[in-house]
DNA sequence: CATTAACCTGACGTTGGGTGTATATCTAGG
DNA sequence: CCTAGATATACACCCAACGTCAGGTTAATG
C-alpha cells in the first residue's frame, strides 16, 4: 500500500503522515526502488491508534512515548521501569480526567433539566 | 481584586486574562479610575470553569459558546432551545470521551500487568 | 515626593499540529 | 516512448493559545 491509499483509508494528509513520520509516531516505511514509501496493515492501525489516543487528549510527544506498547513486542522494549513509570503516569490522568468528565457530565444534566423545566414554564403562559 | 492577584489564584497569566478577555471569554472588568481592572470571585470562579472545560479538551471557543451558562441567570438566556441544544451535544462528548477513556485505562491497566510480569522474570534470571 | 511595584497597550515571537506550494522524480498506461 | 498521476523533499505559511518585550501610566509607601 502507498502513502496515497493509507492517507484515504486512516482518514489523514499525506503530509500528516510525512510529519508524523518524522515525530517518530510511525516507522519509516520501507523505500523500495526509488523512494516511494510502502505500508502494510500495522501502519494503518498505528494511524488509527494514535487517532483514538489524540481524541483522548494527548500530545503528539506523548503519544509517541507509549505507542510502541501497542506494536512491539513487549519483551523487546528497552528500559522496562521507565515504561512503566510512563504507564502509570497516563492511567493517573486518565483517571482524573474520567472525574472531571463525569462532575461535567452530572453538570451538563442539571442543566438540562433546568432549560426543560424553563421551557415548559414559558410554554405555560 | 487586581489583574495581578487574580491570575496568581487562577494560576494563569495576566496577558492570558487579557487574552480570554479579547475573545469574550470574561467579561471586561471594571475598570475604576485610570484603566485598572478590579475583579470580584465570580471572575476567579470563570477562571476555573474555564481551566476545567479545556481539561475536557474544549477549545476556547466553544468554551465561549457555554461558559455563559454557568454564570448567567438561566431565565435570562436567550434561545432557551439552542441553549438545550448545545448541552446535549456537550452530553454526548462527555459520554463518547468518557467509554473511551474508560478503555484506555482498561488497556494501560493490561500493560503494567505485562510490564510488572515481565520484570519479574527478569529478576529471576 | 520620589521611587518602585503593579498595571496598561501594542507589536512581535513561539510552540504544537499541521497545510500549501514549488520543483523534481518516478511509475504506469496508452 | 511519452505523458499523466502519484510521490519525494524543502521551505513557507496557518491557526490557537499564549509569552516576551518595549514604552508608557498609575498607585502606594518610605
Chains 1, 2 share one sequence.
Do not use: C, N, W
Amino acid at each position: 500500500m502507498q502513502i496515497g491509499e493509507l492517507s484515504e483509508r486512516a482518514g489523514v494528509s499525506h503530509r500528516t503522515i510525512h510529519y508524523y513520520e518524522r515525530l517518530g509516531l510511525l516507522k519509516p516505511a520501507e523505500r523500495e526502488g526509488a523512494g516511494y514509501r510502502y505500508y502494510d496493515q500495522t501502519a494503518l492501525k498505528r494511524l488509527e491508534k494514535i487517532a483514538a489516543l489524540k481524541r483522548l487528549g494527548l500530545s503528539l510527544d506523548e503519544i509517541a512515548a507509549v505507542i510502541d506498547l501497542y506494536f512491539e513486542d513487549a519483551s523487546g522494549i528497552k528500559g522496562k521501569e521507565k515504561v512503566l513509570e510512563i504507564l502509570q503516569t497516563q492511567i493517573a490522568k486518565a483517571d482524573t480526567q474520567i472525574s472531571e468528565l463525569t462532575a461535567f457530565r452530572r453538570d451538563l444534566e442539571a442543566s438540562i433539566a433546568r432549560m426543560h423545566k424553563l421551557i415548559a414554564e414559558a410554554q405555560q403562559q
